[in-house]
């Protein structure tokens, strides 16, 4: 399992960003998808999840400006970030995560985009 996001980067309070995270290894499309983010010294916060069936979910943080989107066809899942505070800046990490055939829960990251918002 493979997850490789991209799209980070410098932007102004109130600019946008789109953040992409690749999927290779796994049936992307059998498996809900999620973001969370990181400030360094503090824990991992949960952004947002997608579902198999394209229901939606968001922290109360950025419900209303953020959306999570994924093409199937592509193996890629997206967080468009919109009216960006400099709140939101973070290290943002994709996951995906199930239970296997053996039971165990399987949890996977990708290595993670810097986003900075910052006059």
């Known amino acids: 399992v493979q997850l490789v996001e991209s799209g980070g980067g410098l932007v102004q309070p109130g600019g946008s960003l789109r953040l992409s995270c690749a999927a290779s290894?796994?049936?992307?499309?059998?498996?809900?998808m999620a973001w969370a983010r990181q400030v360094p010294g503090k824990g991992l916060e949960w952004v947002s999840a997608?579902?198999?069936?394209?229901?939606?979910d968001y922290a109360d943080s950025v419900k209303g400006r953020f959306t999570i989107s994924r093409d199937n066809a592509k193996n890629t899942v997206y967080l468009q970030m919109n009216s960006l505070k400099p709140e939101d800046t973070a290290v943002y990490y994709c996951?995906?995560?199930?239970?296997?055939?053996?039971?165990?829960?399987?949890?996977?990251w990708g290595q993670g985009t810097q986003v900075t918002v910052s006059s």
């Open positions: 996951n995906a995560d199930w239970v296997d055939g053996t039971g165990a829960y399987r949890a996977y």
């Open positions: 997608i579902y198999k069936a394209g229901s939606t």
């Open positions: 290894g796994f049936t992307f499309s059998s498996y809900a």
